[in-house]
Structure formats: C-alpha cells, structure tokens
C-alpha cells in the first residue's frame, strides 16, 4: 500500500498561536480534505503567529522537506499591518496562481461584501502547491470547495501524486486524455 500522500495545513493565527481561543481553521480545513479526498492522506498541521518569517519556515518545510505537494493556509490574508501570510506565500513561491485568489473570492463575494479585503494568494513552490484561504472559520469550506475541482490537476502538472476526490462531494477536473 502506498504511503499516505502528507497535505500541509498551516494556520496563521496570532491569538491561536498564544492560546486565546482554541484554533478552529486548522480542524475545518481538516475536516473539508477528510470529505472530498479519496486518495489516503495524512495532515502536516502547523500553527504559527503572524510573522513572515515563521510563516514562511512552516511553508519551505512542508514543501522541502516533508514533500507535501498541497499545503493550505488559513488566516492573516486581509488589509491590517499583521496580515503578511500573501507576502509570504509569494515570497517561497516560484510562480503564481492569481486564478485561485480569483475565485474565492468571488465565490465569497456572495457571502460577505468584505471578500474584496482578502488577498489570499496561490502558488506553486516546486512540486508543492500552496493556497491561502481567509481566517474566518466559517470561509474555509467556502473557499475550498470552489477552487479544488482544479487541484487534483495542477499537482499532476507540477509533477505531484495523483489524486483521487469523491466524485459525490467535489468533481475533479482534468482535461480528456489528461
Ligand atoms: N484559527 C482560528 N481559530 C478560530 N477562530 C479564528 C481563527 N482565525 C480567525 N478566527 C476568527 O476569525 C476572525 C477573523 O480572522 P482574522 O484572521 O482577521 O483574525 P485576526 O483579527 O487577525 O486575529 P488572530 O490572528 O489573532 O486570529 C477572528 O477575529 C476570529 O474570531
Ligand atoms: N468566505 C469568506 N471570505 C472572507 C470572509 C468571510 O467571512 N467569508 N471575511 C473577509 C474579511 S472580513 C477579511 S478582513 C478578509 C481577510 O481575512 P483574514 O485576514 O482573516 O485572512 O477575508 C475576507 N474573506
């Protein structure tokens, strides 16, 4: 049996991170990938404040050295002098992937006016794909689910494993022949 494919979730939460409130992203992202994955994976959980150095040691470790080849980001996405989690997404990235950022927000546009103040990035670190998603708890199903019929595909693109979702709960995409 092959090894189960390690999917990195970081959350980014300054009060998380000192105990204030108990982390609520890091489990709803969780809990969205136990639904839709079909493929057996294991979580690679982190909880950083929101500095841009720790952020960006989380992600380079996830992608280096534990080889995940989807890492998911929640928090520390939007206007205030703390949100860095974008600059460090970019920062570690070797390309972007603007279309993701996109779509969520959009997405969460139907939801809340204030889905414009987001700017959750994506991007590709070597064979690692990186997506941000906003804190709010209740934004990550939202948002993940919008974007992830086109992850499956862009891991086979950037040379990753291939993986399998429950067709009943989110369809993957990949172009004929693919
Ligand atoms: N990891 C989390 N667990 C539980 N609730 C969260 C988490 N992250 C954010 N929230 C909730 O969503 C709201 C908006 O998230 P945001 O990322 O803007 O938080 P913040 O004000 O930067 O605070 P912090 O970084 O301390 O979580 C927070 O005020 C909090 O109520
Ligand atoms: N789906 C969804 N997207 C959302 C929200 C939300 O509640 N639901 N909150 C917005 C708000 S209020 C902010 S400030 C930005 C950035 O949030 P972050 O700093 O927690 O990442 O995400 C936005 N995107």
Known sequence: MPAPVPIGIVTVSDRASQGVYADAGGPAIHAVLARILATPWR????????????????????????????????????????????????????????????????????????????????????????????????????CLEAVFPAIPYCIDLIGGPRLETDPAICKAFRPQGA
């Open 43 to 142: 979580a690679a959980a982190r909880l950083v404040p929101d500095e841009q150095p720790q952020i960006m040691s989380a992600l380079t470790a996830l992608a280096d050295r534990e080889r995940c080849p989807l890492i998911i980001t929640t928090g520390g996405t939007g206007p205030a002098p703390r949100d860095v989690t974008p600059e460090a997404t970019e920062a570690v990235c070797d390309r972007l992937l603007p279309g993701f950022g996109e779509l969520m927000r959009a997405v969460s546009l139907r939801a809340v006016p204030t889905a414009i103040l987001s700017r959750q990035a994506a991007g590709t670190r070597g064979r690692s794909l990186i997506v941000n998603l906003p804190g709010k708890p209740s934004a990550i199903a939202e």
